[in-house]
């Protein structure tokens, strides 16, 4: 299917997305993927909304909702920094799910209610010593507070998709360590990219031989905090 489209179709889903939200008549609303308009048309009866849809096909119907901005275009390319909004409230196209959502941490908003593929959501809020703990927990942790609100079915969409969904809730903090971020994404990185060897080896397999706290561990199992200090331990290395 063009865009890998599945829509909402469970409205008391919908209306709970909009409760999470706590919406007011001065919010301004950033929705990716407003497709067919269920959670548009919820918004934009409390809160103004700025609509982005790649899709030809439902631009018209999404012009004709009050109070909505549309913008027919891929949100991946566009700037976001040329919008004014404070919340986000998405049910986001899965295949773009990582790279919007590090690109909406990018930008100062209050709060975020967005829709996702169980396994990512689960991903997004994983804990050390689980298997779900990765990358994408470290790097969502590092710019923001995460927490899966509920689970939806698959039934909930149509076409029905393989997978159940999540909803989740995201605070951006801005940064919450002090690190150079150039550096904690690199050892962030290369660190996951061998989870499963003691994080001394991780490191001189990409040519970085020196002792670091946590030498002995393994990444998937000490907090993005012991991370940050690997990554002091390392600033004249990289």
Do not use: W
Request: hydrophobic share 40%; aromatic share 8%.
């Amino acid at each position: 299917m063009k865009y890998s489209q599945h829509f909402l179709i469970d409205e008391r889903v919908a209306n709970r997305q909009i409760e999470y939200a706590n919406l007011n008549e001065n919010d301004v609303v950033l929705e990716i993927g407003a497709g067919n308009g269920i959670l548009t048309k919820r918004i934009a009866k409390i809160a103004k909304v700025i609509a982005i849809e790649i899709d030809r096909k439902f631009i018209e119907k999404l012009k004709k909702i009050r109070n909505v901005e549309v913008i027919h275009g891929d949100a991946l390319k566009i700037d976001f920094n040329e919008l004014e909004f404070n919340k986000v409230i998405s049910n986001l196209p899965y295949h773009i799910s990582s790279p919007i959502t590090f690109k909406l941490l990018q930008k100062k908003f209050d709060l975020g209610i967005l829709m996702y593929q169980k396994e990512f959501a689960e991903r997004l809020v994983a804990k050390p010593g689980s298997k779900e703990y990765s990358r994408l927990s470290v790097m969502v942790y590092y710019k923001a507070d995460c927490e899966i609100l509920e689970y939806v079915p698959k039934k909930a969409f149509y076409p029905v998709p393989k997978v159940d969904s999540c909803i989740v809730k995201i605070i951006p903090i801005g940064k919450r360590f002090d690190v150079n971020e150039k550096i904690f994404e690199k050892v962030v990185k290369i660190l996951f990219s061998h989870r499963r060897k003691k994080i001394k080896n991780a490191l001189k397999l990409h040519g970085i031989d020196k002792e670091v706290p946590y030498g002995d561990r393994r990444v998937e199992e000490i907090e993005p905090e012991k991370i940050v200090e690997i990554c002091k331990a390392l600033e004249e290395n990289l």
